[in-house]
């Protein structure tokens, strides 16, 4: 079984604090994913990184995939209360084969 | 489009009763998942199936059957519920490409 750790696991800032959550793993993965779960509802894909050393940007969050596919970090900057909510890291082999998933970080970003 | 659906969003049961939490998804997707997500240890897989008539087990499976008669829909059904299988279960389909899961909204269980 392939396992992604997740740190923090718990988190509660400042609005207009910048944060960092890593994801980190002993194994490659050809994919690895960022989701975003809400109280009350299913994760929601906010992206996907695919090649060694990518980083992905998404207005105020910046995703970087590590050079070797075993690790990868969500940077939020700026945080709002918005942003508030678990946000999951999801790794793939390859292909259709089962995906791992992070236990999460939870984010709570006060006002 | 929809998207993923399940149903019922909550219930709950007694020890030993039986239950179907149903799933549908309208997107034409091969490949489904169940998933259960508890305090502490993340989404586990339960069951997935990689097309119609094919399903196979994930890394929680005990308790639970799946079946998968048509494309659109994946039910997940208790046997005999437990307390220990009071959670939240989401059940996810696949993009094509293997890399995205689009979720459905959960369903919340609690079993007395």
């Known amino acids: 079984t392939q396992l992604l750790e997740q740190s923090p696991q718990f988190l509660s800032i400042q609005e207009g604090e910048n944060l960092t959550v890593y994801c980190n793993s002993s194994?490659?993965?050809?994919?690895l994913q960022w989701y975003r779960q809400e109280p009350g509802e299913g994760p929601v894909l906010l992206v996907t990184?695919?090649?060694?050393?990518e980083v992905k940007k998404l207005k105020r969050l910046t995703f970087q995939f590590g050079d070797a596919r075993k690790d990868s970090s969500l940077h939020i900057t700026a945080a709002q209360p918005g942003d508030t909510g678990l946000y999951l890291c999801a790794g793939t082999p390859g292909g259709y084969q089962k995906v791992t998933f992070g236990i999460g970080t939870k984010l709570q970003v006060i006002p | 489009n929809a998207g993923v659906t399940q149903t019922p969003k909550f219930q709950v049961l007694k020890t030993g009763q039986s239950m179907t939490l149903q799933c549908a998804q309208d997107m034409n997707h091969e490949y489904m998942s169940w998933y259960r997500q508890d305090p502490g240890m993340g989404l586990r897989l339960i069951h997935y199936s990689v097309g119609a008539g094919i399903t196979d087990q994930g890394e929680v499976p005990n308790g639970y059957n799946v079946s998968r008669s048509t494309t659109e829909d994946f039910p997940l059904r208790l046997l005999s519920a437990a307390p220990s299988q009071t959670s939240v279960y989401f059940c996810?389909?696949?993009?094509?490409?293997?890399?995205?899961?689009?979720f459905g909204p959960g369903t919340r269980l609690l079993v007395l």
């Open positions: 990184v695919v090649t060694g050393g």
């Open positions: 996810a389909s696949t993009g094509p490409w293997g890399e995205t899961q689009y």
């Open positions: 194994s490659v993965f050809s994919s």
